[in-house]
């Protein structure tokens, strides 16, 4: 028995291949840019979450009773995200020294954010107790008015 020659067996001509648009490719290229951006920012800031610890330690004594350990190391963490996200590789300034000093930036307005007077106030504050302290050790009692 044989076949009608009008059906064919197999199809002759090969599927056309159609080549990705140029808008497509550059798509493509962008979002793939972006996940190994996110994936360097990642090894990043997980690398260097001890510097953070490290930053909130040295400045641990600084705090003000409506602010914990907890909410330095949340800046300081939001910090290092920021330095990851901003960081340029072609400078010359390693990773660990720029994100040493945005850390510790967070770390502080945050402090600053707390704090109940403006800096130059805290300071004559700070100058006054001092001046009390001294006064107390040599005469042996408080100052008066």
Same mark, same amino acid.
């Given at each position: 028995?044989?076949? #009608?020659?009008?059906?064919?067996?197999?199809?002759?001509?090969?599927?056309?291949?159609?080549? #990705?648009?140029?808008?497509?490719?550059?798509?493509?290229?962008?979002?793939?840019?972006?996940?190994?951006?996110?994936?360097?920012?990642?090894?990043?800031?997980?690398?260097?979450?001890?510097?953070?610890?490290?930053?909130?330690?040295?400045?641990?004594?600084?705090?003000?009773?409506?602010?914990?350990?907890?909410?330095?190391?949340?800046?300081?963490?939001?910090?290092?995200?920021?330095?990851?996200?901003?960081?340029?590789?072609?400078?010359?300034?390693?990773?660990?020294?720029?994100?040493?000093?945005?850390?510790?930036?967070?770390?502080?307005?945050?402090?600053?954010?707390?704090?109940?007077?403006?800096?130059?106030?805290?300071?004559?504050?700070?100058?006054?107790?001092?001046?009390?302290?001294?006064?107390?050790?040599?005469?042996?009692?408080? #100052?008066?008015?």
């Amino acid at each position: 028995m044989t076949r #009608p020659a009008s059906i064919p067996l197999v199809e002759t001509t090969p599927p056309a291949h159609s080549e #990705p648009a140029a808008g497509e490719v550059r798509v493509a290229a962008e979002a793939y840019g972006r996940q190994v951006r996110q994936a360097r920012q990642d090894a990043l800031v997980l690398e260097h979450l001890p510097l953070v610890h490290r930053i909130v330690s040295q400045v641990v004594s600084y705090l003000h009773p409506p602010l914990s350990r907890d909410d330095l190391i949340s800046a300081g963490t939001l910090g290092l995200i920021q330095a990851a996200r901003d960081y340029d590789p072609a400078s010359a300034a390693e990773f660990a020294t720029y994100a040493y000093l945005r850390v510790r930036g967070a770390v502080i307005d945050e402090l600053r954010r707390w704090s109940f007077a403006p800096a130059r106030l805290k300071k004559q504050l700070d100058r006054a107790q001092a001046i009390v302290r001294e006064a107390i050790e040599q005469t042996g009692r408080a #100052p008066a008015d």
